[in-house]
């Protein structure tokens, strides 16, 4: 059991609550680097010291071995598996994290094109938004600072740009919580978006796209990786002023060895998606998702006490965000739950409030064990 603060309010809550998903873990619900699977730690660490009798561990594994050779491209293969990707895409395994391809996107994409669309929709569609102006003209298609990036600007307000290289999005703002479940219509215009928060929490028509992009410490594995899935066509007309590692093409090529890439997190990012198989696929990630979302605004929904801002159609599955009717109280709710093993619920520096984020590695015994503390802070507190 976890050894409580004596200072803070002693509660009881069920053992699973108290136990975490194995001994000596917290439910961990930090927004990344957020939780990975459990069997996927149990299984690095047994293979830690010695991956497979070579008497190495993968962190100490030459790039260029026919071992690691192997971990890579099972771990491409899987990736492929999960998300049905076809031999028209290219998938890579690259450095710089999410906001790597906030740049990467425009030097790539905007061939002989000057412009792109930006869709704002929260933090992160503002970032790459303020990246992409970096290196050409940028239309903004939409921007949902009218409701305070609480709901997804309606479509007949969009003013696309029928020059645009390329429509870019941000499926999933990890935040507030603000997510889009369809994929928006952009004719003949490549669509790209960025699913750091929300890839891998349900199947993906990824024919739909031209560029899907990861940061991984979500849904994937350890931080300083980013998965990009791109079309073939698209890429190979970079700007030729760059960094030849920020060229999709020139990484292609070499298999995303144009230099050493982080093996370790490549490894890690493998070990999940093969967990991810092993679970019965997206399908199923899907259906549990959904129940473990829903459960949980229901009951911020009923409450008297927290509730949720955001438009009920563009809720996100992956990270719940609230806040406490009485925001005094939002320091205590954190500190009593972190007591309790219910870790990092404080929302981003940016937007305080209180977020749960719940992705794929979160148990659905994990939010059942949020929602038990929800109903007994709040009857403490009504
Ligand atoms: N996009 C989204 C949706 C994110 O949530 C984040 C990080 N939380 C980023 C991009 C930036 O990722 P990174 O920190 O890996 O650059």
Redo the contacts with the bound molecule.
């Keep these: 059991m976890n050894r409580m603060n004596s200072s803070l309010e002693q509660i009881s809550l069920q053992q699973s609550v108290l136990t975490g998903p194995g001994p000596g873990r917290a439910w961990n619900f930090n ?2 680097p957020a939780m990975l699977p459990q069997a996927v730690m149990e299984q690095a660490r047994e293979e830690l010291l010695d991956w497979q009798g070579t008497g190495i561990s993968v962190m100490e594994l030459g790039h260029r071995t026919p071992q690691f050779i192997q971990i890579a491209e099972q771990a491409e293969a899987d990736l492929r598996e999960l998300l049905s990707i076809s031999d028209n895409y290219h998938v890579l395994f690259l450095q710089g ?4 391809q906030f740049g990467m996107t425009p030097l790539n994409l905007l061939r002989d094109k000057t412009t792109a669309d930006y869709l704002v929709t929260g933090h ?1 569609s503002a970032k790459a938004y303020e990246e992409a102006r970096r290196f050409c003209a940028v239309n903004v298609v939409a921007d949902g600072a009218d409701t305070n990036y609480c709901a997804i600007p309606a479509r007949d307000s969009w003013r696309l740009n029928d020059d645009a290289a390329y429509v870019y999005y ?1 499926a ?3 935040l507030l919580g603000l997510e889009f479940h369809d994929i928006p219509d952009t004719g003949d215009i490549p669509l790209v978006t ?1 699913m ?2 929300n890839l891998l929490a349900r199947p993906l028509d990824v024919s739909r796209f031209g560029l899907v992009f990861a ?1 991984a ?1 979500k849904n994937i594995g350890p ?1 300083g990786l980013a998965v990009v899935i791109v079309r073939k066509d698209l890429v190979g007309q970079a700007r030729r002023d760059i960094p030849s590692l920020y060229d999709y093409a020139l990484q292609a090529a070499e298999q995303s060895m144009l230099n050493t890439p982080p093996t370790f997190n490549w490894y890690i990012a493998g070990l999940t998606f093969r967990w991810l198989l092993d679970q019965g696929g997206l399908e199923t990630m899907a259906a549990v998702n959904r129940r473990k979302a829903e459960k949980l605004y229901a009951v911020i929904d009923d409450s008297a006490l927290y509730y949720n801002e955001i438009e009920p159609a563009h809720r996100s599955e992956m990270n719940v965000h609230f806040r406490l009717r009485d925001e005094s109280l939002e320091p205590r709710f954190i500190d009593e739950a972190e007591a309790n093993n219910l870790k990092a619920l404080a929302g981003h520096r940016v937007t305080g409030g209180l977020r749960a984020s719940i992705y794929n590695a979160m148990p659905e015994a994990g939010v059942d064990a949020l929602i038990e503390f929800l109903h007994e802070f709040e009857r403490r507190n009504a």
């Design positions: 927004a990344g994290g999410g906001t790597g992160w941000c999933n703002e990890t960025d750091t928060s940061g410490q931080t």
